[in-house]
């Protein structure tokens, strides 16, 4: 299901898990309030997360952040109404 919209955290929530703390960090540290662009960023921190992880036996040089765009997109969509909220338009 495609959306889009503004991203915003709900206030006095903190993440619980790395992921968690990877949507935090994109919504406060990088300013991250449209719904596309976070998956986008979710989807390159999880590659990134993937090769300090070793995952070298994975292809994943050919397909990018592509690969974890659906990934990217369940996060966000599950941690609507507990870490953060989406405003669609």
Known sequence: M???????????????????????AGV???KICDYNELVKYIADELLALAKRRD??????????????LRDA???????DGTLIRTETS
């Not at 995952?55 to 974890?68: F, Q, T």
């Not at 997109?73 to 941690?79: C, Q, R, Y």
Request: proline fraction near 6%.
């Open 2 to 24: 495609k959306r889009g919209g503004r991203v915003v955290l709900i206030p006095g929530r903190s993440p619980k898990t790395e992921i968690g703390e990877i949507v935090h």
């Open 55 to 68: 995952a070298w036996v994975l292809d994943i040089g050919m397909w990018g952040p592509k690969i974890y």
């Open 73 to 79: 997109k369940k996060i966000v969509n599950s941690l």
């Open 28 to 30: 406060t540290t990088r």
